[in-house]
């Protein structure tokens, strides 16, 4: 057998796995449920703290606030805090004040030496909060009527330390909307999501920003985000630390309950993408590339012998059949994927370029880092040095 002949069997099994992966994870990942009939009894014994870090929010703080009006639950209170912003976020926030919503302003103040923003902000809203539960959530979050009422349903009926839910993404281009689908891919397509679940290995977890509810005692357990105040992923970071100390992380289909609002433009959803790559690979040059390269196999080697089996009419030749084999699992996992997470199918045909668009904005955060010019609401998030 040549070295061709290897090649294309190796890329033949690996692209088999994420296609094995994404139907076990599609059969495996439950969307949160009500369980519990007698709802107010439930509530009487568990009080929610709802906390929001807000920094120039202005344009989405109002319809957050107004989703959380309309929860279900009723055991529950808001804290925002105000992260020393340059618009109108705070005004936005006053007039939910005198409202139904049980809600508290703060202000935040500066931020200190090796600590991130948005990590100190989420520490001043820990030293705030009282429930029994501590739910996060982006201040470009929007929730289901149900969502809280579910998650505690669901938290208090698998005991989880931490329950998190990923989110519906909302694009505003078409761009936007492979790059989400391609990131929903790359981790419900390679992370079997119950073996996760069994595991005590940290790094097999994934955890979303947009929704994390805490038991407080397990919040304060792992060292909240203090124990990660350089880390710019502070969602992975926490889940994390949660599964390091023994503690129980679930993760649930959040897609009908759960919205993250789109972006302000494209450049801001590849900031955001950006800044999160480096630090969710470890600031690993090497691991980046390894990636990056295998991406590319993974993708373009199939393309490549079908193309030549093409031109030299060898449709039944073993490197043909294989790379069409392969071709069509990678395709099957995208399918399964974008069924999962509500992505529009027609963003699969354009799979190559937004491989190619994605390993671009993974040196780009490789390199924002290096030369130090990584920002995110006008503040840096430069504190951890690139390693080879």
């Given at each position: 057998m040549?070295?061709?002949?290897?090649?294309?069997?190796?890329?033949?099994?690996?692209?088999?796995?994420?296609?094995?992966?994404?139907?076990?994870?599609?059969?495996?990942?439950?969307?949160?449920?009500?369980?519990?009939?007698?709802?107010?009894?439930?509530?009487?014994?568990?009080?929610?703290?709802?906390?929001?870090?807000?920094?120039?929010?202005?344009?989405?703080?109002?319809?957050?606030?107004?989703s959380?009006?309309?929860q279900?639950?009723?055991?529950?209170?808001?804290?925002?805090?105000n992260?020393?912003?340059?618009?109108?976020?705070?005004?936005?926030?006053?007039?939910?004040?005198d409202?139904?919503?049980?809600?508290?302003?703060?202000?935040?103040?500066?931020?200190?030496?090796?600590?991130?923003?948005?990590?100190?902000?989420?520490?001043?809203?820990?030293?705030?909060?009282?429930?029994?539960?501590?739910?996060?959530?982006?201040?470009?979050?929007?929730?289901?009527?149900?969502?809280?009422?579910?998650?505690?349903?669901?938290?208090?009926?698998?005991?989880?330390?931490?329950?998190?839910?990923?989110?519906?993404?909302?694009?505003?281009?078409?761009?936007?909307?492979?790059?989400y689908?391609?990131?929903?891919?790359?981790?419900?397509?390679?992370?079997?999501?119950?073996?996760?679940?069994?595991?005590?290995?940290?790094?097999?977890?994934?955890?979303?920003?947009?929704?994390?509810?805490?038991?407080?005692?397990?919040?304060?357990?792992?060292?909240?985000?203090?124990?990660?105040?350089?880390?710019?992923?502070?969602?992975?970071?926490?889940?994390?630390?949660?599964?390091?100390?023994?503690?129980y992380?679930?993760?649930?289909?959040?897609?009908?309950?759960?919205?993250?609002?789109?972006?302000?433009?494209?450049?801001?959803?590849?900031?955001?993408?950006?800044?999160?790559?480096?630090?969710?690979?470890?600031?690993?040059?090497?691991?980046?590339?390894?990636?990056?390269?295998?991406?590319?196999?993974?993708?373009?080697?199939?393309?490549?012998?079908?193309?030549?089996?093409?031109?030299e009419?060898?449709?039944?030749?073993?490197?043909?059949?294989?790379?069409?084999?392969?071709?069509?699992?990678?395709?099957?996992?995208?399918?399964?994927?974008?069924?999962?997470?509500s992505?529009?199918?027609?963003?699969?045909?354009?799979?190559?370029?937004?491989?190619?668009?994605?390993?671009?904005?993974?040196?780009?955060?490789?390199?924002?880092?290096?030369?130090?010019?990584?920002?995110?609401?006008?503040?840096n998030?430069?504190?951890?040095?690139?390693?080879?």
């Open positions: 040549g070295i061709d002949s290897i090649m294309i069997l190796v890329v033949g099994l690996f692209s088999l796995v994420p296609f094995v992966v994404a139907i076990w994870n599609f059969i495996y990942l439950k969307k949160p449920a009500l369980i519990f009939e007698d709802v107010h009894s439930v509530e009487k014994e568990l009080s929610v703290t709802v906390l929001i870090p807000a920094r120039n929010e202005e344009e989405n703080i109002g319809r957050v606030l107004s959380l009006r309309e279900t639950y009723i055991n529950y209170d808001v804290i925002v805090l992260d020393r912003s340059e618009d109108d976020t705070a005004m936005v926030v006053n007039q939910f004040l409202t139904d919503l049980s809600i508290q302003l703060i202000e935040g103040v500066p931020t200190p030496v090796g600590w991130l923003g948005k990590h100190w902000a989420c520490h001043q809203l820990s030293s705030k909060a009282r429930g029994d539960y501590w739910l996060f959530m982006d201040a470009d979050t929007v929730l289901d009527r149900d969502a809280i009422r579910a998650a505690i349903d669901e938290a208090m009926l698998e005991e989880s330390d931490l329950l998190t839910m990923i989110p519906l993404r909302s694009a505003n281009s078409f761009i936007e909307r492979g790059l689908g391609f990131i929903d891919w790359a981790i419900f397509a390679w992370l079997p999501l119950q073996v996760a679940h069994w595991s005590k290995r940290s790094y097999l977890s994934a955890s979303y920003g947009q929704f994390m509810l805490f038991k407080n005692k397990s919040y304060l357990a792992i060292g909240g985000h203090e124990k990660i105040k350089d880390i710019a992923v502070d969602d992975f970071g926490l889940g994390r630390l949660i599964k390091k100390a023994g503690l992380w679930t993760l649930k289909d959040g897609t009908h309950m759960v919205t993250a609002l789109p972006y302000s433009g494209l450049w801001e959803s590849v900031k955001g993408v950006s800044r999160s790559l480096a630090p969710a690979l470890n600031y690993s040059f090497s691991l980046v590339a390894l990636i990056s390269i295998g991406l590319i196999v993974l993708f373009f080697v199939p393309v490549l012998y079908l193309y030549l089996g093409l031109t009419k060898d449709y039944f030749g073993y490197a043909f059949f294989l790379s069409l084999s392969s071709t069509l699992f990678l395709i099957g996992s995208y399918l399964v994927s974008c069924k999962k997470f992505h529009s199918s027609l963003i699969i045909p354009f799979i190559h370029f937004t491989v190619i668009f994605m390993i671009l904005i993974a040196f780009h955060s490789l390199l924002s880092n290096i030369f130090r010019f990584a920002t995110w609401k006008n503040r998030m430069v504190n951890r040095k690139i390693k080879l």
